[in-house]
């Protein structure tokens, strides 16, 4: 299948919008893990009844992903990234008056479940449209694309420290945000790719498949055990890096923070990188090297004889996982008219690192501690790097890959 041609300012626009929609999700989620702590406290909530109340979020997330293809196929991306705008807006408006209006847990997590939903729809849409963007523009941006959702995360942190600074309530944060949220995608969406999807009642182009046949395509589920192990990767960090800085070399909290910081910042610098080391070496030689300097970085934390030789470990482990994420999204998008179906499956697969990953490493460190606990990211490194040859374009349009043959890494336009 040739992709149709787009003019180049169209493509241009609809990059800028896709990096729009990629702050935007990635603010959200930092806005609402700033406001955690004082839900905890205004509910008055022990952790583990907390804990139960976050879940709420990850429930909607995986309920709604493995649906999220059809969505797109039947209203298109654009609609998708708005609605799922919308849902995630009323959703925290829905906490904020739960929380600080009402009091009440129960309606505080149908928001987050709300929330959760349409999150997760809008980050398949945007990633579907993210590899129609990339081959519009014969590029290997989608790392980039991940790279503005971590800047979305850090600006929206920042504002929520000044926002904390100043006494905002929470319902009037998270009320502000949904109106940013709406706003922002109504705009961004203005712009995104004519014709990604089929309008609602149009026939099915040739080669198209469903969403159940996507779910039984090796592939596709190898690449979405890629990216599994990569977010298990990427996660693992998230929740455990500071800490096993501060457990394993008995450091202050602020310089658990400044390790994790480093790690955020090499992995941000990564993805910034990517198209360059695609376009270089190809996806697969790309992903096996990166993964391996994942793994030699998490080895290099875990045995660390000081701080300093861990905050180094935590510098390899950023850049390694820099590319496994977006580069499986990017793959699942190969073939534009089975992009959404597969991108919804891979996401599936691959989100449940989040769902699943916190509470395993936590049960694991129970019992042997942090820092050794932290190794089964770097298994999961290694075992990326041996399935990353999934993600290898194919030489014809058939329900296996792209339409025609090109150098590894290059998008066909």
């Not at 349409?118 to 941006?141: C, K, P, Y």
């Not at 890629?226 to 008995?250: K, P, Q, R, S, Y």
Request: aromatic share 6%; charged share 10%; proline share 4%.
């Amino acid at each position: 299948m040739t992709t149709p041609p787009v003019p180049a300012t169209a493509a241009l626009r609809a990059r800028t919008a896709v990096y729009a929609a990629f702050v935007l999700n990635g603010a959200f989620t930092s806005a609402w893990v700033s406001r955690i702590p004082s839900v905890r406290d205004t509910l008055d909530l022990s952790n583990a009844r907390m804990s139960l109340l976050l879940l709420a979020l990850s429930l909607g997330s995986v309920t709604a992903m493995p649906l999220a293809g059809a969505v797109v196929l039947r209203i298109g991306p654009a609609r998708t990234v708005f609605l799922g705008s919308v849902a995630v807006a009323t959703g925290l408006v829905v906490v904020g008056l739960s929380v600080d209006g009402l009091g009440l847990v129960v309606p505080a997590a149908v928001g987050l479940f709300v929330a959760g939903a349409g999150t997760a729809s809008w980050d398949v849409a945007m990633n579907v449209e993210g590899s129609a963007v990339e081959r519009r523009l014969d590029r290997a941006i989608m790392s980039r694309f991940h790279a503005a959702w971590s800047l979305g995360t850090v600006l929206s942190a920042g504002l929520a420290v000044l926002l904390l600074r100043l006494g905002v309530p929470t319902w009037a944060h998270l009320a502000g945000f949904a109106v940013l949220v709406v706003t922002g995608t109504a705009i961004a969406t203005r712009s995104f790719l004519v014709g990604a999807a089929p309008a609602a009642g149009q026939e099915r182009p040739a080669g198209s498949i469903t969403l159940g046949q996507a779910w039984r395509e090796p592939r596709t589920l190898v690449i979405g055990v890629l990216v599994l192990c990569m977010a298990f990767v990427e996660g693992t960090a998230n929740d455990w890096l500071a800490l096993g800085i501060v457990d394993g070399h008995e450091a202050a909290h602020s310089v658990g923070v400044a390790g994790f910081t480093v790690f955020v910042v090499a992995m941000t610098a990564g993805r910034l990188g990517g198209p360059w080391a695609l376009e270089t070496f190809g996806r697969v030689r790309a992903l096996r090297f990166s993964a391996a300097v994942a793994a030699v970085g998490i080895g290099a934390f875990v045995l660390s004889p000081n701080v300093g030789v861990a905050v180094a470990g935590a510098l390899l482990w950023g850049l390694g996982t820099a590319l496994g994420f977006p580069t499986g999204m990017s793959a699942a998008g190969d073939q534009e008219v089975n992009a959404a179906v597969r991108v919804s499956v891979v996401s599936s697969v691959g989100y449940t690192a989040f769902l699943a990953g916190p509470p395993l490493l936590g049960l694991l460190a129970d019992h042997v501690g942090v820092m050794t606990a932290v190794v089964a990211a770097a298994v999961a490194a290694v075992v990326g790097s041996f399935v990353a040859g999934a993600t290898a374009p194919h030489a014809d349009g058939t329900a296996l890959g792209s339409a025609r043959r090109r150098p590894e890494g290059k998008l066909s336009s």
